[in-house]
């Protein structure tokens, strides 16, 4: 097998041209330096020295020697890197679903270093589903998801309600204005894709069709493309950001019926490594339960 050593030993051997210099550059005796240095030769299959008058690199040790420095710095790197993030500490890795507004979701990230924690956050942004996954399989340790979700043993903190609003098309004032949930042109609501969260989707659609009303939606890859059709006039959209708005487009509290944005926190009880995340959890929730308050 190539180990580190037997790069070591090709580079200083190399630039020392001399196998005494070249085995206390390393560090031992000249009989293991010769040893390794065969060892080397025959597990890359070229002669790498002439050795008859001196020490010197051979066509196919000049070619080689670049690849060697090349997997020496690599490997240094490498070390360097993860002495760095065991020095940093615990990190915690959160995910948040695209439902949440970015000033929500920055204020969310930051609460448990507002709080002291001293682990290094990283978040990312994805599906209710794919979070779920994730959370499940260790590779994040809390996240942020809508409800309801079908969880699979995963723990989850209280549902937080955020109040929403409805972004329409603005129309003239002699048509009556846009009513909550409702249009004249019956026009279709921008939703994301089912699969992201399959049941909290069905919930969504089935309280816009609560009052007998057949309910169309379009489907949109985030709440930019569903605000450009609604724009355009092609679409409406429920949307917890209260800052989402565009030239010509109405915005109004969706209240009749009520649409919040039900998210909770979730996270693996079986994991460890996350420090408490119960603990955790409950900092996020208090940052998501000012936002529905306000």
């Known amino acids: ?6 790069l070591e030993i090709f580079v200083a051997l190399a630039e020392e041209e001399h196998f005494g210099a070249a085995a206390q550059r390393v560090g031992i005796t ?5 040893q390794g240095l065969r060892r080397l030769e025959a597990l890359l299959g070229v002669r790498l020295f002439e050795r008859e008058r001196g020490v010197f690199l ?13 997997a020496l710095a690599a490997l240094a790197e490498l070390r360097e890197t993860g002495a760095r993030e065991h020095a940093d500490g615990r990190r915690l890795r959160l995910g948040l679903a695209p439902e949440v507004p970015a000033p929500l979701a920055a204020d969310v990230a930051a609460a448990p270093v507002r ?3 001293r682990a290094r956050i990283s978040t990312v942004t994805a599906p209710t589903a794919t979070l779920l996954s ?7 340790d809390l996240a942020v998801v809508r409800h309801p979700s079908v969880l699979h043993g995963l723990a989850a903190g209280q549902v937080i309600l955020l109040p929403t609003w409805i972004l329409a098309p603005a129309r003239p004032a002699e048509s009556g204005g846009t009513s909550a949930g409702t249009s004249p042109r019956r026009l279709p609501v921008a939703v994301r894709p089912r699969g992201e969260a399959p049941a ?11 009052r007998g009303r057949r309910v169309e939606t379009v489907v949109v890859t985030d709440e930019r493309a569903g605000l450009a059709l609604v724009a355009a006039g092609q679409a409406v959209l429920v949307t917890a950001d209260e800052a989402l708005t565009a030239s010509r487009v109405e915005r109004r509290r969706a209240t009749d019926p009520p649409l919040p944005l039900r998210l909770r926190v979730v996270w693996n009880p079986r994991r460890s490594g996350s420090g408490d995340p119960a603990g955790t959890a409950q900092l996020l929730e208090d940052v998501l339960a000012r936002q529905a308050a306000r």
């Open 1 to 6: 097998m190539l180990t580190e050593r037997h």
């Open 30 to 34: 000249q009989p293991p330096l010769s």
């Open 58 to 70: 051979t066509e196919e040790g000049a070619l080689l020697l670049p690849h060697a420095r090349r």
């Open 134 to 140: 994730d959370v499940a399989s260790g590779r994040l």
């Open 115 to 117: 709080a002291g924690d």
């Open 200 to 210: 909290a989707h069905d919930l969504f659609v089935d309280t816009l069709a609560s």
